[in-house]
C-alpha cells in the first residue's frame, strides 16, 4: 500500500521557471510533512518542511502548500536554476517515531 | 565527524553471501533510521534505533535482515543468504532524538549490488 503518492516522476522546466510537484496521502496520523532533495551519489537532505496547522510555508525559492481537508501538499519551486536539477522526495511521518514514509520521487531538470 | 558516514560506500557481493554495511551517526544523535533505495521499491523504511534498542523493525524485509546498534552509536546492517532482489542503495540517517521534528540527516549510502 503505497501511502504517499508523488507526481509527476519527472519534470523538465527552463531557467526561471517554476516546479510544481504534488503528493498526496492517506493515514491522518501523519503530522509532519518534510521535502529531500537529492543529488546523484549523494544522500536526502531536508529541503523545506511543513506541520498540519500551517497552510502554506516559504523558505526562500521554495514554498509548501498544504491541504489538510484534502490530504494533499506541494512544492513549488520558483525562478528554478540549473542547480535545482535533482530528484525530489516528498515525506510524511508520525509523532511517535519519526520513521518517513517517502512519496516515490521526481526528477527534476532545470535547462538553462 | 561533519555528517553521517558509511561504509563501505559500494559493495559487490555474489548470491548466497552474507554483507555487513556499517553507518556512523552525527556525534549525539541518539535516533539512527536504516532506509533503503531501489528503482522498484523507491526509498523505504528498514528499522530505527532510540539508543542501541530497536523499537520499530517493522521494514525488515525478511529475516535474512538485522541490524544492531552499539555504544548508542555506530550501527551494523547485516543482509545473511545475498539475494539479487537485496541489490540497492542502503541509507542510514541520525537524529538528535525521535520524533516528528528532529531533522534526519542522511549519509551518502552504501551501494550493494547482488551478482
Known amino acids: 500500500q503505497q501511502q504517499v503518492k508523488q507526481s509527476p516522476q519527472s519534470l523538465i522546466v527552463q531557467k526561471g521557471g517554476i516546479s510544481i510537484i504534488n503528493c498526496a496521502y492517506e493515514n491522518t496520523a501523519f503530522d509532519y510533512f518534510p521535502w529531500y532533495q537529492q543529488f546523484p551519489g549523494k544522500g536526502p537532505a531536508l529541503l523545506i518542511a511543513?506541520?498540519?496547522?500551517?497552510s502554506e510555508k516559504k523558505e526562500g525559492r521554495f514554498t509548501i502548500s498544504f491541504n489538510k481537508s484534502a490530504k494533499q501538499f506541494s512544492l513549488h519551486i520558483m525562478d528554478s536554476q540549473p542547480g535545482d536539477s535533482a530528484t525530489y522526495f516528498c515525506a510524511a511521518t508520525k509523532a511517535a517515531g519519526n520513521k518517513l514514509t517517502f512519496g516515490g520521487g521526481t526528477r527534476v531538470l532545470v535547462k538553462p | 565527524g561533519a555528517g553521517v558516514s558509511q561504509s563501505p560506500s559500494n559493495k559487490v557481493t555474489e548470491k548466497g553471501k552474507d554483507v555487513e554495511l556499517r553507518c556512523d551517526p552525527i556525534?549525539?544523535?541518539?535516533?539512527l533510521y536504516w532506509y533503503r533505495q531501489s528503482l522498484g521499491q523507491g526509498l523505504e523504511f528498514l528499522i530505527y534505533f532510540q539508543g542501541n534498542s530497536a523499537p520499530d523493525k517493522s521494514g525488515l524485509p525478511s529475516d535474512r535482515f538485522s541490524a544492531e546498534r552499539t555504544g548508542g552509536s555506530v550501527s551494523t546492517l547485516t543482509i545473511q543468504r545475498t539475494q539479487q532482489e537485496d541489490s540497492a542503495v542502503y541509507l542510514c540517517?541520525?537524529?538528535?532524538?525521535?520524533?516528528?521534528?528532529?531533522?534526519?540527516?542522511f549519509g551518502p549510502g552504501t551501494r550493494l549490488t547482488v551478482l
Open positions: 511543513i506541520r498540519p496547522d500551517v
Open positions: 556525534s549525539g544523535h541518539t535516533a
Open positions: 540517517a541520525s537524529s538528535l532524538a525521535v520524533g516528528s521534528y528532529n531533522e534526519q540527516f
